[in-house]
C-alpha cells in the first residue's frame, strides 16, 4: 500500500494539485463549504429524528426535502476531499487524525445504510409520531455525534504534531504506520 501511496504521491498531477496557486484553496474551500452544507442539512433531518425541531412536520417530508440537497453536498465534498488526499497520500495516510476520520465515515456510512435501508422503510408507520421510535432516534444521534467528530479529526488533520518525522510516542507511530514508512 505504501509503494502505490508513495507513486501516486509522485504523479505530476499529485504535485502540481499541491503546489497550485489557485486549484489548491478552490478544492479545499469547496470542500468546506459542502461540508458544512452537508452537515447542515443532515443535522436538520437528525433534529427532526430526535425530537428536538419540527415536531409536527412529518419526517419523510423533512427527509424528501432536504436529502437531495444532503446527497449533492456529499458527492461534492467526497470528490473534493479524495482530490486533497491525492495532493499529499503519503502525508495523509500516516496521519493519525486522518485515519480516525476515515473510520468514522466507515461508521457513519453504515449508519445512514441502516437508516434509510431499514428504519426509514417503514417511515409511514411512525410519520406523524411526536416521539419517533428508538431506532430512528438513535440514528440520528449517532448521526450527529459521528458527522461532529468527523468535522473535528478532519480540522485536526491539517496540524503536524504527530507526523512521523517529528519523533512521536512509540503507540502513535504503530497506529499511524509510522514504522513502516521509516524503514
Known amino acids: 500500500m505504501h509503494g502505490f501511496l508513495e507513486w501516486l504521491d509522485a504523479t505530476p498531477w499529485s504535485i502540481a494539485l499541491l503546489e497550485s496557486y489557485w486549484m489548491w484553496p478552490l478544492i479545499e474551500s469547496t470542500h468546506v463549504l459542502t461540508l458544512g452544507l452537508f452537515v447542515g442539512t443532515a443535522a436538520f433531518n437528525d433534529f427532526r429524528l430526535l425530537g428536538w425541531t419540527m415536531k409536527s412536520v412529518p419526517v419523510s417530508e423533512v427527509t424528501g426535502r432536504i436529502l437531495p440537497w444532503t446527497r449533492a453536498s456529499f458527492v461534492v465534498m467526497a470528490i473534493t476531499g479524495l482530490l486533497i488526499f491525492y495532493s499529499d497520500p503519503v502525508r495523509y495516510y500516516h496521519n493519525i487524525f486522518f485515519r480516525f476520520k476515515v473510520l468514522l465515515l466507515v461508521l457513519a456510512g453504515l449508519n445512514a445504510f ?20 428508538r431506532a430512528a432516534r438513535r ?16 480540522r485536526l488533520v491539517a496540524y503536524s504534531w504527530f507526523n512521523c518525522d517529528l519523533g512521536p510516542p512509540a503507540w502513535f507511530d504503530w497506529a499511524q504506520g509510522c ?3 521509516i524503514q
Open 114 to 133: 441502516w437508516f434509510h435501508r431499514r428504519i426509514h422503510r417503514s417511515v409511514e408507520e411512525w410519520d406523524h409520531l411526536e416521539v419517533l421510535p
Open 179 to 181: 514504522s513502516i514508512w
Open 139 to 154: 440514528a440520528g444521534a449517532m448521526s450527529l455525534i459521528a458527522w461532529a467528530l468527523i468535522v473535528i479529526s478532519g
